[in-house]
């Protein structure tokens, strides 16, 4: 099994084109299979920071029951180069204008840029188009890559508690 879009897809998902070929679409119950063989796949890797998103994902219709219901302030992307399932960013609305990142990708995708440019990605499209003032990320003080990350998408670093390092990304 491997982590591609079948054609079941429906035809009507929003999509954010990052370059020819990479994407962001948003997710849809038909995306769960491919997020779990990812999931599933990557389990070591995905908690050895502390993030509990193998935990809290560990069989298809758990995966399958959440992709299946929608939160109004919760805006869930598949990051797909060339039909492949690579990782998942989600930006969620928190106060009026503040807004909180996350992401995860599957390691044999790590080092290849993919996040940089979904965070990116999806940081335009929170100021452009849900009126994203400030948006924060926190990543374990001991994830340098994560940490990379922000910083390569212009978040600044703006506290530190015993185990996270939060960003903050402000809009123009």
């Not at 998902?13 to 997020?35: A, H, N, Y």
């Not at 390092?165 to 123009?172: A, G, M, P, T, V």
Request: glycine share 6%; proline share 3%; net charge negative.
């Amino acid at each position: 099994m491997t982590a591609e879009r079948t054609e079941t897809q429906p035809a009507q998902f929003l999509e954010i084109e990052i370059e020819p070929g990479l994407s962001l679409r948003k997710v849809t119950p038909q995306d769960s299979e491919v997020m779990f063989v990812l999931i599933d796949k990557n389990t070591a890797h995905l908690s050895q920071f502390g993030d509990n998103t193998a935990e809290k994902y560990p069989t298809l219709e758990s995966v399958r029951q959440r992709n299946t219901h929608e939160f109004p302030n919760e805006h869930r992307f598949g990051i797909w180069d060339q039909g492949i399932f690579v990782g998942f960013v989600k930006v969620t609305k928190g106060s009026s204008e503040m807004f909180e990142i996350g992401y995860w990708q599957g390691e044999e995708f790590c080092g290849k840029g993919y996040m940089t440019k979904a965070v990116i990605a999806l940081t335009q499209y929170a100021v452009d188009s849900l009126g994203a003032k400030v948006l924060f990320g926190r990543v374990a003080k001991e994830n340098a890559a994560s940490i990379k990350v922000l910083e390569r998408a212009d978040y600044v670093s703006s506290e530190e508690t015993q185990n996270n390092k939060y960003f903050i990304f402000k809009s123009k």
